[in-house]
């Protein structure tokens, strides 16, 4: 009888480390704690191959002069969800002694986005891509490759229809609001800086430039057209190009270049290199467009 009960006491204490050990296994913490909200660091860390950009993070005002991209972590409406500021931080416009922006807008583009990469890269210099967001949909790697190759993007709103975009400021903003929510899904930041399609000389109100202000964004435009939207040949985009600059002298100081990455613009990318080359033979800086960027006049 006393080795029975003896026996079922082993069994029983043997039993009851097994329990002991299955609730304490990593099992029973498997189960989701559905109360655990998600901490702000865990929502805005950058992805892990973070290329050599600046953030915008919570503290929006702090802001290093440098030439590097910057990209917000939030977009408009979490800003405004966390009341964080949407208000660009005020810093010094840079005049360099001679500064080139080469922009791209209408890209990504299966095309010539990546052989524009490559010319990029293998002169060493930076460039600012304008992307719409229809394109943005469909070629979602092109966005990474040119962010993590460390150019600055911006947002050339959703689907560059004007008739749609420029019906009112509040669809102009919702496009531009469309494309940086597609930008965020993939890269997880997104750019402050847009342009308008087809400029906003004609297309803006004082309306718009008000809204874009609040909502925290910087309208971007350009002072020499590479003449590249009317099916002009590599040598035709130089000699607009260079001709343009020999016409006013600002634009050897401060020089924002129109070229354009979509689809059907083989003779842009025919004409970077020698582009590229009168820059550097003249001894410009190749730099982004950011916050220090000055207007293009
Ligand atoms: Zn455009």
Known sequence: MLKKYGILSIIGIILLIALIFVTASPLSFA????????????????????????????????IPTNDKPEYDIF????????????????????????????????????????????????????????????EVNKYPELVKQIYTAGHAIGNH???????????????????????????????????????????????????????????????????ISSGDASNAKADAILENIISQTNKNTFLWSHAILLMHDGRGHGETVRALPSIINFYKEQGFEFRVINTATPPAW
């Open 31 to 62: 189960v989701p704690n559905i109360q655990e909200t998600p901490s702000i660091s865990a929502i805005t860390k950058p992805s892990k191959d973070k290329p050599d950009v600046y953030y915008f993070t919570e503290m929006n005002n702090v």
């Open 75 to 134: 977009t408009v409406q979490e800003r405004k969800e966390r009341q964080l500021t949407t208000n660009l931080p005020s810093i010094e416009p840079y005049y360099g002694k001679k500064t080139i922006y080469l922009t791209f807008d209408d890209g990504p583009d299966p095309e010539n986005t990546p052989l524009i990469l490559a010319i990029l890269q293998e002169n060493n210099i930076k460039a600012t891509f304008f992307l719409v967001g229809t």
């Open 157 to 223: 709103t959703y689907n560059h229809i004007y008739r749609e975009l420029y019906q009112s400021p509040v669809t102009y903003i919702e496009q531009l609001q469309h494309n940086d929510e597609l930008i965020k899904n993939i890269l997880t930041v997104r750019p402050r800086i847009s342009r308008a399609p087809g400029g906003t000389a004609g297309h803006f109100t004082t309306e718009y430039w008000r809204r874009l202000k609040t909502e925290g964004y910087i309208e971007v435009g350009w002072n």
